[in-house]
């Protein structure tokens, strides 16, 4: 695959199993939304087992922090929100919606 020399050594993409949870990561991508500073330089997004979970890890981990969606169901049919914690890092937190 063709990438620019400068994207090399980046992660586009990793997942991590935590008890019933998965932690997805990936590198900031220069020229791909706001420019670089300290907490967005990488994402971290975890994937709730049931609305009731993210409701609680989303009250604990952003609180202290700023909230900048929150918990709602989406149109692409999840419950999701995001916020930066206290230390400046960028969170996202998603529970795909049971289809009826």
């Not at 400068?6 to 993409?13: A, D, F, I, L, P």
């Not at 949870?21 to 330089?41: Q, R």
């Not at 409701?55 to 604990?60: I, N, R, V």
């Amino acid at each position: 695959m063709n990438v620019p020399d400068s994207y090399k050594n980046r992660v586009m993409h990793v997942s991590l199993a935590i008890g019933d949870s998965t932690l997805m990561a990936s590198d900031h991508v220069p020229g791909c939304g706001p420019a670089l500073v300290k907490g967005n330089d990488f994402a971290i997004s975890i994937t709730g087992k049931s609305k009731d979970h993210c409701d609680t890890l989303f009250a604990k981990l952003s609180e202290g922090g700023e909230v900048k969606m929150p918990l709602d169901e989406t149109f692409w049919g999840a419950y999701f929100g995001m916020w930066t914690d206290q230390f400046g890092i960028n969170w996202m937190i998603n529970y795909q919606l049971p289809q009826d």
